[in-house]
């Protein structure tokens, strides 16, 4: 099989296409269920990267395809023998593997703006997930300027990261059209800092078939801790601290990225936007650094560390799911130490699960 002519949709812009929303798309060529298309080709790659095989594509994990780590890389790999295509890592954030971290990089439930689905049935023929709408420090749309939606606005479920067999911007679960607007919540105001980081976020979208074809394009770590040192030299003359505090970070932090070469999305749009600065310059090599105007003016606080290790309790409810018995999500949220409504929040899927089996 070679349905290489299937094109990545929006490539080279900020709408640029999941590695998720491609499979989806690719299966559907062949007519196929993505279920079905997914169990017939990725069953044994996926059991080399992930354990629970296949099965995991579908759950909370699903996410990470298209991220930057072995299940990102994994997919592309499968693909390209399937299609030929060199140019898949692009629908992922590998091409930023080395500088950024994976730490907060992708977003923990699906997200989907229901105007852009519109205009992309409109335009396009059909839609697709855009990779930024994966990326966690995306909350709106950066051509509408509206929070995304999470829930079908039918049935009232989020959505799969990969659904089983429904095209991209169909629910899931109840088969309603995910273009459709919910007519109460409107457009709630986004606040300045989200926008700024969703267009920035689109860019490095944009860029990732460039960097992609030419992986000297990109940033090493040594690079990117030598721009660091040359910001803190020429912003504070070489002071770490009056630095840290110019983009209200923790005393170390500065320290820690020109140790390292790396950082975490959210503190590089946080760096930039402090300064007037785009991410996408600071990633590739032929940018350069250019001041420009700081165009936003409140910044959300810092991140808190969490304590909750979620992977740790990821395991934990499989465990308890995996038991004859059922249990309530209140007893089992217990048991895991978390609360209910954190629970509802970072393992819907999870939640979902125990609320079938208790029924
Ligand atoms: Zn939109
Ligand atoms: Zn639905």
Redesign the pocket.
């Known amino acids: 099989m070679r349905p290489g002519a299937l094109e990545p949709k929006g490539a080279r812009t900020p709408s640029a296409e999941s590695v998720s929303s491609y499979l989806v798309r690719l299966a559907g060529a062949q007519v196929l269920p993505t279920a079905t298309f997914a169990a017939r080709h990725f069953a044994e790659r996926l059991a080399t990267v992930a354990y629970g095989g296949g099965r995991n594509l579908y759950g909370g994990r699903g996410v990470w395809m298209n991220g930057m780590g072995r299940w990102a890389a994994g997919m592309v790999a499968r693909l390209h023998d399937l299609t030929g295509r060199e140019d898949l890592a692009a629908l992922t954030a590998l091409p930023w593997k080395g500088v950024l971290v994976p730490g907060g990089l992708t977003a923990n439930i699906r997200r989907w703006?229901p105007?852009?689905y519109r205009n992309m049935r409109a335009r396009r023929g059909e839609c697709w997930d855009p990779l930024a709408w994966f990326l966690a420090p995306v909350t709106c749309?950066a051509?509408?300027y509206?929070p995304f939606v999470t829930h079908c606005r039918t049935c009232g479920v989020v959505q799969p990261w990969l659904p089983h067999d429904t095209a991209v911007g169909w629910c899931a679960v109840c088969g309603a059209d995910l273009a459709e607007n919910t007519p109460s919540a409107g457009h709630p105001v986004v606040r300045p800092y989200d926008r700024w980081s969703a267009g920035a976020c689109g860019d490095l979208c944009a860029a990732g078939r460039a960097a992609e074809r030419d992986p000297r394009a990109v940033v090493t770590r040594r690079d990117f801790s030598g721009t660091v040192r040359w910001l803190v030299d020429e912003l504070d003359s070489g002071n770490r601290s009056a630095f840290s505090r110019r983009i209200g970070v923790s005393v170390h932090t500065p320290s820690r990225w020109i140790r390292s070469g790396t950082i975490r999305l959210d503190s590089l749009l946080r760096l930039c936007a402090r300064l007037g600065l785009r991410p996408v310059d600071l990633l590739l090599r032929d940018r350069g650094i250019r001041f420009g105007p700081i165009e936003v003016e409140d910044f959300p606080r810092p991140r808190r560390r969490s304590a909750i290790d979620w992977l740790q309790v990821e395991r934990e409810l499989d465990a308890i799911l995996g038991r004859t018995e059922a249990m309530s999500l209140r007893d089992a949220a217990r048991m895991v130490g978390v609360r209910v409504n954190s629970l509802r929040k970072r393992l819907p899927e999870k939640v979902e699960e125990l609320r079938q089996r208790a029924r």
């Open positions: 703006c105007s852009c749309c051509l509408h509206r």
